[in-house]
């Protein structure tokens, strides 16, 4: 899972951080899992930072160290709850690029969002939530261009 706040541990560098689920959880070596966790943050585009703690990181590269420490479980589902709403506009382009290769990749992705057009671009099927009850759910081109509920149009007409 990949929250809205990282949740990185503060103590740890980035390869720390990504690292720890490798060794707690899976009882991986410290070599290997410094060997693992380094190609991860490669893929995530940051390889050049794996002795950086949060604090010396932006907002969405902490966001990338922790997506890189959910992947390098190999998960079969990534649960992602708002990941680009603690970003600065600028700083959310860099996530969205790291979750849209993971979709391509064939990831499957459970994302809280209300980055419409990345969910336009990615998702297979999108639900829209009103207050904890589901109002809409279509595919993604039906949705965005032929709602059936009135919440749902509402919605729409103040992103587009």
Same mark, same amino acid.
């Given at each position: 899972m990949v929250f809205q706040k990282f949740n990185l541990f503060p103590h740890l560098n980035? &390869? +720390?951080n990504v690292m720890s689920g &490798? @060794? @707690?959880v899976k009882g991986l070596d410290k070599e290997t899992a410094s060997d693992v966790a380094a190609e991860m943050l490669k893929r995530v585009g940051l390889g050049d930072r794996t002795k950086f703690f949060p604090? %010396? &990181?932006s907002g969405g590269q902490q966001q990338r160290v922790a997506i890189a420490r959910a992947l390098v479980l190999s998960p079969e589902l990534m649960l992602f709850d708002e990941p680009t709403s603690a970003l600065d506009p600028e700083l959310v382009? %860099? =996530?969205l690029k790291v979750m849209e290769e993971l979709a391509e990749q064939g990831m499957t992705m459970l994302v =809280? @969002?209300?980055e419409v057009g990345f969910a336009r671009r990615v998702a297979n099927h999108v639900v829209m939530f009103d207050e904890g009850e589901i =109002? %809409?759910?279509l595919p993604?081109? +039906?949705f965005f261009t032929k709602p059936r509920h009135v919440r749902t149009k509402r919605f729409l007409e103040h992103v587009k």
């Open positions: 980035a &390869l +720390e &490798l @060794t @707690t604090s %010396e &990181l382009r %860099e =996530v =809280v @969002t209300h =109002v %809409e759910e993604p081109e +039906e």
